[in-house]
């Protein structure tokens, strides 16, 4: 079965770094993506970026970029987010999510059936 | 950019009753349109795709309607376990997520 394991908790200062993994097993990792998306206290969910395992291709969201990393690691299936600059308003839950999406010379776009199970990461002084 | 709104933004419902939410986007997204479920400390769960489409293992009391630029979800008969918060998500272009409606008693 599809399984997607986070690591844990993380608390930083502002300023700092955080880089959060996705494990993933039960499904041929290089043939898909991965997603990650956000959800701020009592907020909504928001889409970051998304990496293909394929190929390294990315895409990140406006807000973002600059600021953000998506990477995977074929030899591990595991998806890494790393975020910098953290800001009090970068404390949220991340998530990842399986993605159809395998390439950017595709325009298409897909919905997230499989999920991580959540990272917090705290942000404060 | 494609906006997305969702309305109610939170409602009161009852075991039993019929449960309506609606979702506009800005510009049509020829039905690339998905709804999750989304409880507290647990991962969105997909219900519904391609505005229509039952996800793996979601009860038939969801429904997704719509074209073009309105979507609808709807809930025949609400559950106890179906007291949660519901988003809709474009596809259509780079993934947006709708601000969420939240169904409590």
């Known amino acids: 079965q599809v399984q997607l394991v986070q690591s844990g908790t993380e608390v930083k200062k502002p300023g700092a770094s955080v880089k959060v993994s996705c494990k993933a097993s039960g499904y041929p990792f290089s043939d898909y993506g991965i997603s990650w998306v956000r959800q701020a206290p009592g907020q909504g969910l928001e889409w970051m970026g998304w990496?293909?395992?394929?190929?390294?291709?990315?895409k990140y969201a406006d807000k973002v970029q600059g600021r953000v990393s998506m990477t995977t690691d074929a030899s591990t299936n595991t998806a890494y987010m790393a975020l910098w600059s953290l800001k009090s308003d970068d404390t949220a839950v991340y998530y990842c999510?399986?993605?159809?999406?395998?390439?950017?010379?595709?325009?298409?776009?897909?919905?997230?059936?499989?999920w991580g199970q959540g990272t917090l990461v705290t942000v404060s002084s | 950019d494609i906006q997305m709104t969702q309305s109610p933004s939170s409602l009161s419902a009852s075991v039993g009753d019929r449960v309506t939410i609606t979702c506009r986007a800005s510009?049509?997204?020829?039905?690339?349109l998905a709804w999750y479920q989304k409880k507290p400390g647990k991962a969105p769960k997909l219900l519904l795709y391609a505005a229509s489409s039952l996800g793996t293992g979601v009860p038939s009391r969801f429904n997704g309607s719509g074209s073009g630029t309105d979507y609808t979800l709807t809930i025949s008969s609400l559950q106890p376990e179906d007291f949660a918060t519901y988003f809709c998500?474009?596809?259509?272009?780079?993934?947006?997520f709708g601000p969420g409606t939240k169904v409590d008693i």
């Open positions: 990496v293909s395992a394929y190929n390294g291709n990315t």
């Open positions: 999510a399986r993605d159809r999406r395998l390439s950017d010379y595709s325009s298409k776009w897909y919905p997230f059936t499989y």
């Open positions: 998500q474009q596809y259509y272009t780079t993934p947006l």
């Open positions: 510009q049509g997204i020829s039905n690339s």
